[in-house]
């Protein structure tokens, strides 16, 4: 990707998550969305999945070109033999950044008006934060296409020797094998943006208000004595003495 398009790319990227964040999984097509899917609350994980993006797959498919074609990706409008590497780190830095910053702008541009946006406001951020920075880049792109068309080194280009088309070159197979790992990262990244849950969907369940029923102590039960065993000695009877003799006189 050209270095100088590279940061609009990246804005207009995040701008698109952020409307992808927003809109409704259920709603047909990417311009009928009307809903929004998460209600205000944190907004920690999309923001931290956009950052991801930016990290994992967008800047490395702009540092590629930077260090494996970089006279052009300055479009060989400049030596980059005579360019210090930290401005390459500065580029790489700003594309990272571009992405969540994006997502952010979008965001805020949407939520401005307070309260949850509206379908009309949710178009309106897509289209300044997105379909403008994607407008600037490509006019750049068509007003130096001859230059991108072909492959070879600041000083070929200047002398107009030893150059060769980028369809059909190494070049060419690079870009389209970044930009289909690009699409593909978009693509996992709205995926993970609309199935996230909802704030409050994994919240557990508050006990009913009102005092508590009071627990009843239970007492023990009384003890059963055990039954005594019978006496074996024979029972004597009122007036008679051993042997069953009376006892009265007479």
């Known amino acids: 990707m050209p270095a100088f398009v590279a940061p609009l790319v990246g804005f207009a990227l995040g ?19 009307a809903e929004l899917r ?65 997502f952010a702008a979008a965001q805020r541009f949407a939520a401005s008006a307070g309260g949850q946006p509206t379908a009309q406001r949710l178009v309106r951020s897509l289209a300044i934060f997105a379909g403008a920075p994607l407008a600037i880049a490509l006019i750049a792109v068509i007003a130096l296409s001859r230059r991108l068309a072909i ?13 060769h088309p980028v369809a059909g070159g190494p070049l060419g197979y690079a870009l389209l094998w970044m930009f289909t790992m690009l699409a593909a990262g978009f693509a996992v990244t709205v995926s993970a943006l609309l199935r996230r849950e909802p704030p409050g969907g994994g919240q557990k369940t ?45």
């Open 206 to 250: 508050e006990p009913p208000l009102g005092p508590s029923p009071r627990a009843v102590r239970s007492e023990p039960a009384p003890a059963v004595e055990p039954p005594r065993p019978a006496s074996t000695r024979p029972q004597r009877r009122l007036g008679l003495g051993k042997g069953g003799r009376s006892n009265r006189p007479g």
């Open 151 to 163: 492959d070879g080194t600041y000083r070929q280009v200047e002398g107009d020797f030893g150059v």
């Open 38 to 102: 998460l209600a205000p609350g944190p907004r920690d994980r999309p923001l931290a999945l956009v950052s991801l993006f930016a990290v994992l797959v967008f800047a490395p498919v702009c540092a590629y070109f930077l260090v494996f074609a970089p006279d052009w990706s300055f479009a060989y409008l400049a030596d980059t033999r005579r360019i210090p590497s930290a401005v390459d780190l500065v580029l790489l830095l700003l594309d990272a950044a571009s992405v969540p910053a994006g």
């Open 15 to 33: 701008a698109l998550l952020a409307w992808f964040s927003a809109a409704a999984p259920h709603r047909p097509g990417a311009l009928r969305a």
